[in-house]
């Protein structure tokens, strides 16, 4: 990936609803080249989905909870159970496996206090946990989507008379 490829991820994760010429046009490229660069990133699982971000609030939950969770058990059918438990609760955002004195941390988006108890209630019927410790939030200070795009990991490969590259 060189610099055009950077620009262009930094274009998408702040707005995928930009048009092939928009953004064709912030990148230097004319808009061929730039659809062709965006399939690449997308067949090499670089861009892996467009998505569109929802505030939870509007949609009713708005009440985030840190769940940390030590396992019951460290056997591969304790993880599997785990695994898929937590795969097909909708409430669940984000999965961790993790270092250090916590096995999994998971991001849950409830309504409210009553919804998290029967989510928790639910979680524990998974499979045997040893301790289960939920933080819950008080207001969101930062969010993104956006990952930082260091420029180590890209490399410039234009063209020194300033060609376009397909």
């Known amino acids: 990936m060189d610099e055009i490829d950077r620009q262009l991820l930094e274009a998408l994760q702040q707005d995928a609803t930009l048009s092939i010429a928009q ?8 808009a061929t080249p730039c659809w062709k660069r965006i399939q690449k990133l997308e067949a090499r699982g670089v861009i892996i989905r467009r998505v ?10 708005g009440l985030s ?3 940390s969770v030590e ?17 097909a609760m909708p409430e669940v955002m984000e999965v961790y496996r993790m270092a250090g004195d916590v096995d999994y941390m998971l991001r849950v988006a409830v309504a409210d206090m009553a919804e998290y108890d029967a989510f928790y209630k639910r979680l ?16 969101r200070m930062k969010h993104t989507t956006a990952y930082p795009l260091h420029a180590r ?6 063209a020194p008379d300033g060609e376009e590259e397909e």
């Open 23 to 30: 953004m064709a046009e912030r990148v230097g490229l004319s």
């Open 153 to 158: 990991a890209f490399r410039d490969r234009r």
């Open 71 to 87: 396992a019951g058990e460290h056997t591969p059918e304790w993880l599997e159970r785990f695994s898929a438990g937590v795969g």
């Open 65 to 67: 909870v840190l769940v």
């Open 124 to 139: 524990i019927a998974i499979a045997p946990m040893k301790n289960v410790t939920s933080r819950f939030a008080m207001e």
């Open 52 to 61: 569109a971000l929802v505030d939870p609030e509007r949609v009713g939950v």
